[in-house]
């Protein structure tokens, strides 16, 4: 099941602040199409990915959501999805299948992850899981992403779709209320 997208929408600040710094991590690109077979050697290079780059940074929540790094070893969510996109598009994955995501945790903070379009659904890399997931086995608010076609501009989420782990299938239920979307810092 993929994500539910819908119009487009701002960016990100801390987005366009990346995108000037690490241009090439931006640039509109179909080469190698939007959605890769979930092998279950893409599956495995997806777990190491997630493994190693949530081992080798260290969190630090009080960093600040605007600036994302490439480099850093010390870092908040933001930190961590970056990276693991770029590891992933070095190892030959499209980077059109690769978009940064923004949801609201259970405790209402944002935090980012990195989504992977596969013909098996939208999977997920997070620093607040050790295991590589499909979105709908998380229990967050989605509320927009990276567009896969534009990737400078980002896509709503259909105001915040919310998925109980609880849920069968894997169907969407409900969505964010305004109060549960406003942001009170980043979990990350």
């Known amino acids: 099941m993929f994500l539910p997208e819908g119009d487009t929408t701002i960016a990100p600040m801390a987005f366009v602040a990346f995108c000037?710094?690490?241009?090439n991590q931006c640039l509109d690109s179909s080469n190698g199409g939007r959605v890769i077979q979930l092998t279950e050697s893409r599956l495995a290079e997806m777990r190491a990915v997630n493994k190693a780059v949530n081992s080798r940074i260290a969190p630090d929540a009080s960093k600040g959501g605007d600036n994302w790094s490439l480099e850093t070893r010390i870092g908040n969510c933001n930190d961590y999805a970056v990276q693991k996109r770029d590891e992933l598009s070095r190892l030959g994955y499209p980077a059109a299948a690769l978009s940064l995501a923004i949801v609201m945790t259970r405790a209402g903070q944002g935090h980012l992850?990195?989504?992977v379009r596969t013909?098996?659904?939208?999977?997920v890399l997070d620093n607040l899981q050790g295991s590589v997931l499909p979105w709908t086995a998380l229990n967050y608010s989605?509320?927009?992403?990276?567009?896969?076609?534009r990737p400078r501009y980002w896509v709503d989420l259909?105001?915040?779709v919310q998925v109980s782990t609880a849920m069968a299938g894997g169907n969407a239920v409900g969505t964010a209320s305004?109060?549960?979307?406003?942001r009170r810092g980043f979990a990350g």
């Open 119 to 123: 013909d098996a659904g939208d999977y």
């Open 20 to 23: 000037m710094r690490y241009q």
């Open 178 to 182: 305004g109060a549960s979307r406003k």
């Open 158 to 160: 259909n105001g915040g």
């Open 142 to 149: 989605w509320l927009k992403r990276q567009s896969a076609e």
């Open 113 to 115: 992850v990195l989504t």
